[in-house]
């Protein structure tokens, strides 16, 4: 029965890239015989992350990013990529779990030195997130779901914006090193993998957009306030071709903090709701 069962997923597969393939044909796309990997690219990302209470249940999340991308006249960090606002209204249901609601405003650079296009376009976004933390022992497990709806453009003049959907699941944990909870001094390691599925008129068999593999060093300075960094690898289908995959090495440095404006006499124990 086991030998029947793993046939019919082997063949349901086939089918699957198949189907793919034919679809691509149909696009004028032609995909390589094997899988082909571009050459890794070196990437720094400065990141700031904001949760902001501003009621008993209620947080601001104000997150910036300035993503910098290297280029063959600028290697390693290279040239600012991206810049990143990202803001929602979150919603704390319960010490573990949360939920966030908001836009994204993603200003992207073009870091092609041999283009005569635009150097800068606009990226939209709207996005919602699903959080949900459990300790194990002295550490912290999270889970996160994050679903964006993207309107992206070319650099091209009078080039036209694509939809498309982001379905994202992240695993994070946060392990103490130093003591036996995380608490003000402790410095933690936190190992994470995140899938990210794009969906879309424009995807046709490029489903998988980024696989990203993450190994991150914090302190947490006090209870508002932590920082932290570490190196990603990230690999993941481009969209013009599914079969040709886009690699990347990237270092990632974090600020956290998480100010409470509101009253002393109605504040909440501290709760897992600033990652």
Do not use: C
């Not at 600012?80 to 704390?92: D, E, M, P, S, T």
């Not at 060093?217 to 570490?230: D, H, Q």
């Amino acid at each position: 029965m086991a030998y029947n069962y793993n046939n019919l997923l082997r063949n349901l597969l086939l089918a699957i890239i198949l189907a793919s393939g034919s679809l691509h044909a149909q696009e004028g796309e032609v995909l390589p015989e094997e899988s082909e990997f571009k050459e890794p690219k070196t990437r720094v990302w400065f990141n700031t992350y904001g949760a902001i209470r501003i009621s008993k249940r209620l947080y601001w999340d104000a997150q910036t990013h300035f993503r910098f991308e290297e280029t063959e006249n600028t290697p390693f960090i290279g040239q600012i990529g991206q810049v990143y606002n990202r803001h929602a209204l979150g919603y704390l249901y319960s010490k573990n779990i949360n939920f966030s609601l908001g836009g994204v405003l993603r200003i992207n650079f073009n870091t092609d030195e041999s283009s005569d296009d635009r150097n800068v376009v606009p990226e939209w976004r709207i996005w919602h997130q699903y959080q949900f933390a459990q300790p194990v022992y002295s550490a912290m497990i999270y889970h996160r779901i994050r679903i964006e709806h993207r309107w992206t453009q070319g650099f091209e003049e009078n080039s036209e914006y694509i939809f498309r959907n982001r379905w994202r699941y992240l695993f994070r944990a946060k392990i103490p090193l130093n003591s036996h909870k995380l608490e003000t001094g402790t410095v933690y390691i936190s190992p994470e993998a995140e899938v990210i599925m794009q969906s879309g008129k424009a995807v046709v068999g490029s489903v998988m957009e980024d696989l990203r593999l993450t190994t991150t060093l914090g302190y947490i300075l006090t209870p508002r306030l932590k920082i932290a960094g570490g190196l990603m690898y990230s690999q993941g289908q481009t969209l013009e071709n599914a079969g040709i995959f886009k690699q990347n090495w990237t270092m990632r440095f974090h600020v956290y903090f998480s100010p409470d404006i509101r009253k002393v006499k109605n504040k909440l124990p501290a709760i897992h709701f600033t990652d």
